[in-house]
Structure formats: C-alpha cells, structure tokens
C-alpha cells in the first residue's frame, strides 16, 4: 500500500488532537441533547417577535456565547411567549431555578444576559417583566 | 451575523436516500436561501436514525424536535413555521400508533426508549462526510491513547475483559481473535472488515458505514496494532455504492489527518486501509471465502484449519471481524472494559443492532443490550403487530437462523438464549410474522436463496440444498408426499453436518426450526393440500362472498366432500381444511358469489 | 516431529504428529473411502479440497463431520469413522452425486475403471431417494484428444488442481455457481480454443468420464478392413511396459514381443518400433545440437519431442519459438519415413499407405492433426490410438494377451537401439542424445553409455556431462509447472544450460494421459521407468548412430543429417498462440 499523503494537517499527539476536538466541538454545540443540566434561553420568535428585530437579538445571544466560550447552554427559538408588548422576548430556564423572563432584549441587552446574568449570576432587575417575577 | 443558531440534520441513509431526503437537502438550501436565513442554519447530511419505518427523517437542533414522512412539499412548512417562527408543525410529528399522541422527542418514544445506542452512537448525530464532526464526538482518541499508552497485549486484553464477541453471527469472541493472530508467527499481517452483508434484508453494517465510517476505520487501525497488522483491508459489498462513497471520502479525510498511513500520532505505527468491492456473492461473507475473492480467486471458502490467524490472506496471518464488531472497539478503548461488560447477560455483553422487520408496526434498525428479550423488542420497541393481528413466529440469523414462536418471546435475547431454542443470532436480522404469512413458504424462501448462492463446491451443499428446496416446492405446489416429510428432515439433519462451511452448515436450520415448531403446517399441506395462511397460491381453496350468497344451499347439493355447510336462506361457509378445490360449487352458484382461489 | 496419541475406532494408536486422519487409518488397516482426495506420491502433486464429503468421519467434540483426508490429527484426537453418523454422511455424499450423474454406465467409457461407481458399489447403493433435476450440459468434442462431460462433473477439482498447479496451464477452473457448476476452460468456451495442451493428465486423474480421450479405435478397425489400404502400425516405448497391466500382468512387464504378435493378429500389414523413429530423432537433434553449439546457435536447445511441451511454449513462451529444436518428434518422422522410404522401397502408393501409431499420449492426436506435419496434402500419422484403446481392441478381438508368443518386428524400420527405448521416461532422450553427441564430438568411443547423472524422478534435474574437455550442461524437467520454471530462466537470460530436455506428464511418456490409469499409485510409473532401463541394458546396440537401418536409410535415401532432405522431411516450424 503505497500511500502519498499531504500530511500538513496531520495530528501528532493526544494534545493536537484535543485541540482539534475543543475547535470541532463549537461546530457541533448546537446537537447536544439529553442530560438537561444546561442553561436553556429561548427566544419569542412569533410574528410580534420578529417584527420587533428578535432575530438580531438570537444572533447577538449566540454571538456572545461563542465569544465568551461557554459550553452548557443553549439558544432555542419558540413561538409567542405572550408578552408581545415588550418583545423581543428571552426567557432563561436555568436548572434548578425560576425561569426569568426578559423584555424588550435588544442586542445590547442580549449581550448582558450572558454577561451578567450566566456568567456573574447576576439579575438584571429593570429589564425582568415584572409580572412574571416576585423578588424573594 | 453570521452565528449558526440551528442545524437541520436531514437523513442520508440510503432508506430515506431512496426517498428523495437528498433532494429535501436541497430543496432546504434554496429556501433558506431565498428566505436570508442560510448563513444562520446550516442543513447537514446525516446518517440513519434507524426509524426506517417514518422516513425521511428530519430532526431540527438544538430544539430537538424530530420530524417524520418529510416530503419535498413539507421543506417550505417547514422553514416558514419552524424555523422562522418557532411554531412545530405538528402534523409532522411522530403518533404514537396506541395512544395517538404526538411526540416530540426521540427520548420520548417508545421506539427509541429501550434502545442503547453504542455501535450506532453517531448515526444521525454526525455529518458522515465530515472528519471534524467525528472528532468532535471523541473521534480517534481511542486510537491515540491505544498507540501513545498503551502496549499491543493491553489492547487485547481489554477486548477479551470486555467480552466483545463477533457481530457478523460467528459470535466468537473478539479479543481471543486478536490475541491468536498477534501470535501467530510472521511479520506481514492483515486484518479484514467483512462488509458483505449478505443476509437478505439486513442493513446493520451499511447503515454504520454510511453513518458513521470513521468509527470502522479507527477501529481497524487499533485492531491492526494489537495484531500486528499494517494493512488493513475492507471488503464491501458492490451493492452499497453509498456505503462505498461514504468510506472512500473517510479513508482520504483520515490520511489528510494522519490518522492512517505512517507513523500515526508519531508512534511509530504505520497502517493504511484499502477497499475491495465484492461481485454479488453471499458465500463470500464466510472469511475463508473473503479472504480468496480479495487474493481475486474464486470466491469459495476452504477447510479450517488452517483458520485465518494463522494462515489467511496470501497465506498470512490474517483476521476478519464484522462491520458492527469493529463499531463497539473505540468505546470499549476509551470507556474501559468494565463499562462494556456492566452491559447484557453472563455470555454476551453488549448492545446488539437488530433490523427489525416484517409485520411490525415500527420497522427500521434498533440497538439494544443483550439481554432484552424478544416481546420487549417486539412489542415495546416495534410497537406491536400492524393492524392489530395476532404473532406467529419471528425469524433471526436470516438464511441461517430459525423461527421463534410465542412462547419463547421472554427469551432474554444472547447467543446461547437463541442457539438453543434452535435459532440464532446471525447478523442481526429479524422478520416478524404475522397470521399471513406460510412457515412452509418462509423454509422455501430461504432455501431458494441458499441454494442460488451455494458456491457449489461440496456435495451435500451443492446437491443437497437444492434437493431440499425441490421438496419443499412440491410441498408448496400440494404435491407434496407424507415421506418428503422424513426425507426433508434427514436430508437437512446429514447436510448440517457434513457441509464444508457455514453457509450449508446452517441453510437447513428455517427447514429444521419450522418443522420442529410448525409441523402442523407442512401435515396441512401435505396431507390436506392446505395452507392456512393462504400463501401457496396453488393450494387456495374455495370460499364464499358472505355479501352474494342467498343460502340457496346449490353449492353444498354439489360439493363431493360435503365440506360447505350452512341452513337454507343464510350464509354458507366452505370448510377450508376439507376443500379439494374442484370448482363444482363454483359451477353451481347462480349468485357469483363462489370465490375461485 | 513428535508423536500423538489419538484413539481411532476404540483403538489406541501413537502416530506421528501431523499426519492426516486417513494417513493414521491407513496404519490399523481401516479402510476410509475417498473420492476426490488424490495423493500422487513422490510427485508433489496432493489434492486436497475435501470438497466431495465422502471420505468423513466423526470426531469426538466436533458438532460436524470432519474429512479424513485433509484434517490432521493433535493429541487426545477421538476418531469413529464407523459410527452411524459418519457412515450416514458418506453415504448421503454419494447418493446425492448419483442423483446429479447419468445413468449410462454401461456404455460409459469408465465402466468398470469409474471411481464413483466403485464407491456406489462398495457402500451398497440401491435407491437413490433424492431424485431430482440433473444437469443438462453439452459434451465438448471439439478437440482430436479429449472429450468433456460436464455431466458427469463430480466437482473433485483434481483436474484443475493438475491443470494449474502442477501443468500450470490454468485452463481449468470451476464455472458457474451453486448446483450448476462444473470444472471448465472459463466461459465455458470450447477446449480447442483454450491453450489446452492435450497433456492428458487430467484426464489421467479423473474418478468419472467427465474427461476421457477421444476414441479413435473405429477408425482404426475401418482401415484394416479396407482391402486397398496397407496398414503400417509403430508402438511407442512406454506402451510396452505398461500395456501387460490391462491383462493383469504386473506394471514394467516388458511385453514388447506379445504386442508385435497382437498386432500382426488384428491384422495390421507392417509392425514396427517408434524406436526407429527416435533414433532417426536423435542423429538429427544431436546434429542440431553440435550445430548450434559450433556456429554460436541458439542456446539452450530445448528437445521437441512431446507435442504437450510444444503447444505449451506456443502458448505460454510464443516469443521464444526459436530456441526448441526443430525436429520433428519420433512418431511423425516414422510416419513422415514411411509414406516415402518405406513406400518406396515396397513400391506401395503413399496415398494407400494409413500411418497408425500406439501411444501412451493423448496430445500425440494432435500432433498428427498439425496442418505443417503433411506431405502432399496428408498427414505423416493418420491415426494415433493411446494404449488404453490397443488394450480395448485387443479385449474386443478375443486375443489372449499375456500367453501369446512373441514376435519379431518388420524390417526397413523395425530395429532399435538401447538409447531410443529410454525415450519412454524423463531424462531418456536427451541420455539418447549425449550417447550420440559424445562419440560425434570427441570421435572417441563411448565406453560406458549409462549416464546416470541425468536419470531419476525429480520434477527438475541438472547434471554435466563431460564430453572431452568441455562440459555440457543439461537441465531435465516433467511436468509442465517445472519447464515453466526453466523456462522463465530462459526469458531472463539466465539459462546455464546447453540442452534441456521437457516431458509434460509425470515421469516422462510412461505417466502418460492415455496410459492404464494409475489410480493414484506412483509405484506403476517407477515400475514402468525400472522395466525401460531395463530393456535398454538388454540391448546389443545402445548407441542410436548404430542402428544399421537407420544408417542405411540415411545412405540411401537422406542424405546428411541435418542437410537439405532432412529438413525437407524431418523437421519442422512451430506457430506463435494466444494464451486464451
């Protein structure tokens, strides 16, 4: 068997090739399923929603996640989640927790869900729909 | 912005394949295109989800809904309710048959609930096509931690503590197989992915090479460095061009990585793969018989000893083992023996893929731990019996194996389990049978495929298989004898044992197993020229149109074996047993409400 | 190699480590039949499939029944081959052959010398209770030397273990699959077509008629009733150790006389000895040979003699068709002698004269049908008859072979010298030849004629033979694999050799494919080989330039060896062939 191979790309060490892995994971992030111990945001893509620019702030969500790496979350798009005065509308289903719902999450706004709230464990009270939330 | 935030992964199995699911693909691309919305969901190809039964299979991520019947006209519905608005289209959704409630979630139906998928673990997870989505699933690890830390006897060894036995039907344990050809003296060897598949009906082996071929490859590479092999060698059936398609692009993808060719994660370890088509033959899924196709001589097995380990290909120390064997090695390498054999009974660990099959209502490629039993697959998995009939008998190991009859449904499903109640496991096929379906014609059928196939080298094959299936044709034609019943049964008992290799070793088995379990059938249709099951074209009788008939009692005044009974002015019936079929009574009626067979 | 201990029908036995189960049988006299296992010992030459099933026994902790023939024997081995499991295995083997094989037995041409029939007969077949459809193909008759039935096929694949293992022609394979198979050229096409060589040595090792020669007796029987026609007949040497087996003499009982009086009793009008012919062979190739060797000829020479070699490097080797010698081969240049000389010298029409030649091979048919082996339109050999079919006419005449008296042949072409007798085994004519070529190179006289060096049965032999000052370097093969072999040395310019000589069939002519059959036993050929050397031994003159009919012929008639006549008459050219 006599074989020329173009060996630029070729994995040498168990090291390389987590390398790989962790790059190719980020391509594939988006199949996870089973388990349900991550982070679910789903995002109110009915007409309201749409109208109201929800698909900047689904992209904005999924950018920012990509840029700060995080790995147990997920960006689900569902159908009207009837506050369709304040959409667009992100509801944050942490394991565990009371789902918190976001109005009026533009990508400004998006981008401080993740920030502040998954990553600091931080609720960013004045954006929260108030009917939804009691403060303990 | 261009982040994905979706991935329409879309069934390229060559089932949903022949269903048009490449042209969904495309017809996905166009509208997401036309809609802007192609940079933000990608459509990806990928392999079988094993529901075969509700394809084309379309399952959107990461809202996990799992789309069944997708037809090209649903591909716009699809985008413009669910993908742009968020709504499910319902209509789409799996029903379950009982209670008629529609399922979202593969993890929610019954289907899919006892299933552990292990050697279809990345089927419909992964492109097929893409090397990087294999190696985003733990992809080649396995072979990196084999070469880097660990010695070629520790890799055997774990094969042998995992209890790994072969898929292909042999059974034989994988680890003492490597463990024989790294001992066999010599320095060139080989080791073979038999990829023939030839029991009629089974699509295990090219469901995992169209799904997920990279898992064939490292494990081969892994198997070559236990053996001592650095050539390996996949022998492919040339009627899965897909298949092919698929393991072509993975061997070219796995060079450009490195993973084959010479010194692979900087070992030391040289070892590339190369593809041999087969020509139509089943016989050549018997290694021996393998092994002289790829040294392109005829396709005929030889005696063993000597067996393959130590004298195989071009004389050399040679193994075989079956696509689905070689699809558990990287789990076993990388989750270690004890998880692999926590799994299953005391002699068979492990998962096993069934194609499921026949009058079941969910037909398509189930992965479940040995162990389970017959009724649980059946019934619990396959949903029952279509139209609510009643069973009759399940068929496993295809031309090799035997029936199953109801009472043996709670037989925990191991390779001892289905060998003594006279089956076997085979490759994994089953065939569910129904009251429809004749277990003298299910003998002949598969009688009919051996001996087409037998490659004619040994009497008792050549001759004898085709003196059974000539018994059995003049059994199924009613000119069956009482003593071709005697005659069939030590026919199939002497060629059983006197045959050269398994394929006549093993193509009396449906004779035996029918007759062992069913023998009233082949009395009935021998004795009383009746299939019960209405199969045997030539031995229909005759029966009544209940709509037609007035009771004018004319067809029971002429019927020579008075077998039509019934009171004037009411509904006569023909007793089906005793008819003979002679047409008087379809002469006599005036109603035409006599029905010739 | 070390011994077992195997128990073997409630016997202990302690044997030798890895011999087969058969072997082990053979030493406590159980008898195991076999069909399609053949052992050709000494030869090298094994079939072993274990594909007929008959020769199965039972093995203690095996679930199927295990061949004898081919599974060797390990330690604590427990063998029944009398058990009612293995009697039922082979017994069905049988049965279901005979349910696929024609019934003509009786005016089969292997009654009574057919395998299969002996095996129906010694299990007691009576009913065959698996009747069903029989294959239905058609016989090929489209060679002069052999006849294909693939009816009677038992798919033994001896033939093609001996076609392309050991003659390695590869004519023969299995074609078509499952129950339609049968041994033949690939696709089935017509033999003639193939680059069979008519070697005959399948046909030697068939069990059944599905290979046999053509039979050419009729023809024979036809000329020596046709009162305008004088019949000439010339035996070959092989035939006269090996005929006496047909009428149950021992295999190398020289019966040289008795056939000479047969003959004259079936009728035949001039009996002679193929070993003039061959010495006629020897002064023109030894002339050959010291031609080529004193004008920087074509070396090595390769001898001509055995037309099976010859069609094999048309096929095989077409692009070394100048190195074999160009004369023609002793039965043709007694045929070529006969319509000219001899007819001469009667004052017999040549066109009245029929050439019939006895011989042990089937190519030798062939050869006699070669379109540039004529004169004038016919033939220099009309008929060949092997010795197989001389035996069947003398059976038919009534003739008591083995208490005839013996005869004398004719004279003009009936002497013959010691060399030309060992023409009959492998290593004989090129022996003849270095006699001849010695005393013509050193003009010396060759005090002890036996050259031994270049005697015995290995399939390749080398030896010199000093002949003055120079040593001649002599290569031997039998059997066409190991021509092959020197052949391919040849090609690559590697051949250390001045002379070779080629038999295609094991040990020479006396193997020959239209000899009594052997059965497998290789004693007969080394008995046969014994019985010629024998007879050479005998012999006043041992030199073939001594024969005084030979050297009147050339006087009167010839001319020079090797001169213009010569060529005219006793040599020949040969023809470039496709391999398929």
């Known amino acids: ?89 992100v509801q944050v289903n942490e394991p565990g927790k009371e789902p918190i719902i976001y109005g009026n999450v533009d990508d400004k706004r998006a981008r401080e869900i993740i920030n502040k709230h998954i990553i600091n464990h931080e609720l960013i009270d004045d954006a929260i729909i108030i009917e939804t939330y009691k403060k303990p | 912005m261009d982040t994905v935030r979706s991935h329409i992964m879309v069934c390229g199995g060559t089932g949903c394949v022949s269903s048009d699911s490449e042209k969904l693909i495309t017809l996905f691309k166009e509208k997401l295109s036309s809609v802007d919305y192609d940079k933000e969901v990608n459509v990806i190809r990928t392999g079988c989800f094993g529901f ?28 413009e309710e669910h993908i742009i608005k968020g709504r ?24 899919y609930k006892k299933q552990y998928r292990i050697a279809l673990r990345n089927c419909g997870i992964i492109n097929p096509e893409e090397i990087e989505e294999y190696i985003a699933y733990d992809g080649y690890e396995a072979l990196g931690k084999a070469l880097l830390e660990m010695s070629a006897e520790e890799v055997t060894n774990i094969l042998k503590d995992a209890g790994l036995r072969g898929r292909g039907g042999g059974g034989f344990p994988t680890g003492l197989k490597w463990e024989f050809t790294s001992k066999s003296p010599g320095n060139q060897k080989y080791i073979i992915c038999n990829a023939d598949e030839g029991d009629p009906g089974a699509f295990m ?87 002289h196709s790829v040294e392109g001589k005829r396709g005929e097995p030889t005696k063993k000893p000597p067996f393959p380990s130590e004298s195989g290909y071009q004389g050399k120390p040679t193994t075989v083992n079956n696509v689905e064997t070689f699809a558990n090695v990287c789990p076993i390498i990388l989750k270690g023996s004890q998880w692999f054999s926590s799994i299953g009974t005391e002699t068979s660990k492990g998962t096993k893929v069934f194609a499921l099959a026949g ?137 059983k044992h006197s045959s050269l290799c398994g394929l006549g070793q093993t193509a009396p088995n449906p004779v035996l197993s029918t007759m062992k379990y069913f023998r009233e059938e082949y009395l009935e249709h021998v004795e009383n020229h009746y299939c019960r099951a209405g199969e045997c074209k030539d031995l229909l009788k005759y029966s009544i149109d209940s709509n037609k008939c007035i009771g004018c009692t004319a067809c029971a005044k002429v019927c020579p074996v008075s077998c039509i009974t019934g009171k004037p002015k009411e509904i006569h019936k023909i007793d089906q047993t005793q008819c003979i079929s002679c047409g008087a009574c379809f002469d006599a009626c005036k109603f035409d409400a006599v029905i010739k067979p | 190699m070390g011994t077992v201990n195997i128990v073997f029908n409630d016997t202990k036995l302690e044997v030798e480590e890895g011999i087969t189960i058969l072997e082990a049988a053979k030493k406590i006299g159980v008898h195991i039949p076999t069909l399609c296992h053949l052992d050709l010992e000494g030869f090298g030459i094994v079939n072993q499939v274990a594909s007929c099933r008959v020769c199965v026994v039972e093995v203690e902790g095996r679930e199927t029944l295990v061949p004898s023939c081919a599974e060797k024997v390990y330690d604590g081995m427990v063998i029944h081959s009398d058990s009612i499991k293995a009697m039922s295995g082979r017994r069905m083997a049988v049965e279901l052959l005979l349910s696929n094989h024609p019934k003509d037995c009786l005016s089969c041409a292997k009654n009574l010398e057919c395998e299969l029939q002996s095996l129906a007969q010694e299990l007691g077949i009576r009913d065959i209770y698996w009747e069903g459809e029989r294959v239905d193909y058609k016989k ?73 020669e053509m039979d050419n007796t009729g023809q024979v029987w036809n000329q020596l009733v046709n009162p305008k026609k004088h019949v000439v007949v010339q035996i070959a040497p092989a035939v006269r150790v090996a005929i006496g087996e047909m009428f149950g003499l021992e295999p190398g009982t020289l019966t040289t006389g008795k056939i000479v009086t047969a003959l004259r009793k079936l009728g035949f009008d001039g009996v002679f000895d193929t070993n003039f012919g061959a010495d006629l062979t020897i002064i023109e190739e030894a002339t050959e040979l010291i031609h080529r060797i004193n004008h920087n000829g074509t070396l090595p020479m390769l001898t001509s003699c055995c037309p099976a070699w010859v069609k094999f490097f048309e096929h095989q080797f077409p692009d070394l068709l100048d190195i074999p010698s160009t004369c023609k081969s002793p039965q043709i240049m007694f045929g070529t002698i006969a319509k000219t000389y001899y007819a001469e010298k009667q004052n017999i029409d040549p066109e009245n004269i029929s050439v019939v030649s006895i011989m042990p091979c089937l190519a030798k048919k062939a050869e006699a049908k070669r379109p540039e082996l004529t004169k004038d339109e016919e033939s220099n050999v009309d008929i060949v008859i092997t010795t197989r ?58 005090e002890d004629v036996n050259f031994k060096q270049l005697r015995g049965l290995d399939g390749i032999r080398e030896a010199s033979v000093f002949i003055g000052e120079t040593e001649l370097r ?102 470039a062939r496709q391999k398929i």
């Open chain 2, 88 to 111: 499910i289209v319902k209509r789409l959704l799996y029903e379950e048959p009982f209670y008629k409630r529609k399922v979202q979630s593969t993890s929610k139906m019954d289907f």
């Open chain 2, 359 to 495: 009058s079941v209502n969910n037909v398509g490629l189930v992965e479940v731990p040995m162990g389970t039993t017959l009724r649980e697959i059946i019934y619990d998995i396959g949903g029952g019996i279509i139209g609510g009939k009643e069973f009759k008998a399940v068929q496993t190991g295809g031309p090799s194996g035997g029936v199953i009859t109801v009472n043996d449904l709670d037989t925990p499903i191991d390779y001892e389990s289905l060998k003594n109640i006279g089956s076997m496991m085979g490759s994994g096929g089953m065939i569910i049978m129904d009251e429809t379906s004749c277990m003298v014609n299910i003998a002949k059928f598969y009688l009919d495929f051996s001996q087409d196939e037998s490659c004619g080298k040994c009497t008792p094959c050549r001759i004898g298989v085709k003196r059974m299936y000539e018994i059995l044709e003049r059994i199924t034609k009613g000119e069956g004898q009482l003593e071709d019943l005697e005659k069939l049964e030590l026919l199939a008992n002497m060629i």
């Open chain 1, 1 to 89: 068997m006599n074989i020329e191979v173009v060996n630029k790309m070729s994995v040498k060490s168990l090291e390389e090739l987590k390398k790989l892995r962790e790059e190719s994971k980020k391509k594939v992030s988006l199949r996870k399923e089973g388990k349900g111990d991550y982070i679910e945001l789903m995002v109110g893509m009915a007409t309201c929603g749409i109208a109201a620019g929800a698909r900047t702030t689904l992209s904005a969500l999924m950018d920012e996640i990509q840029k700060k790496d995080i790995d147990n979350i997920k960006v689900v798009q569902v159908g009207c989640l009837g506050y369709c005065h304040s959409e667009p509308i």
């Open chain 2, 205 to 291: 082996d090219r469901s995992i090479l169209e799904g997920d071929p990279h898992s064939v490859l490292e494990a081969m590479a892994i198997g070559g460095y236990a053996t001592g092999a650095n050539s390996g060698i996949v022998y492919i059936r040339a009627e899965y061009p897909l298949a092919i398609k698929r393991l072509n692009i993975a061997i070219e993808q796995a060079r450009e990585f490195g993973f084959l060719g010479k010194d692979i994660f900087g070992s030391g370890f040289d070892f590339d793969i190369s593809v041999k088509l087969g020509a139509g033959a089943f016989v050549c899924g018997e290694e021996t018989a393998l092994i």
């Open chain 3, 474 to 575: 002599i290569g031997i093969a039998h059997g066409l694999g190991n021509a092959r072999k020197l052949l391919d040395e040849i090609k690559a310019g590697k051949s250390k050799f001045h002379a070779i000589e080629i038999m295609a069939c094991p040990g020479g002519c006396i193997g020959g494919g239209g000899q009594p059959y052997h059965h497998g036993d290789m004693e007969v050929i080394r008995k046969r080989q014994e019985a010629l050397y024998v007879d050479d031994e005998n012999k006043i003159h041992r030199k073939s330039h001594e024969n005084k009919e030979i050297i009147q012929l050339y006087k009167e008639f010839i001319g020079e060896p090797y001169g213009e006549k010569a060529h005219e008459l006793l040599h020949t050219h040969y023809v």
């Open chain 3, 389 to 446: 079919e001389f035996g069947r006419m003398m059976k038919s005449a009534g003739i008591d072979f083995a208490n005839l008296p013996d005869g004398e042949f004719d004279k003009i072409m009936g002497e013959s010298t010691g060399a030309s007798v060992i023409f009959g085994t492998t290593g004989g004519v090129i022996e003849a030849a270095v006699r001849t070529a010695y005393e013509w190179l050193t003009d010396e006289e060759l």
């Open chain 3, 140 to 212: 090929d008759t489209s060679t002069f030397s052999l006849i294909k039935d693939p009816n009677k096929c038992v798919m033994c694949r001896r033939c093609e273990t001996m076609c392309n293992e050991v003659q390695t022609c590869n004519v023969l394979s299995a074609v078509n699959r499952g129950f339609e198979s049968f041994v033949g050229p690939a696709f089935n096409m017509d033999m003639a077509d193939s680059a069979c060589t008519f070697c005959g040595q399948c046909v030697a090792v068939c069990p059944t008629a599905a290979l046999t």
């Open chain 2, 52 to 79: 075969c039964g509700q394809g084309p299979i379309v399952k959107i991520h990461p809202d996990n809904v799992f789309y069944v019947q997708v037809k090209l006209d649903d591909v716009d519905e699809i985008v």
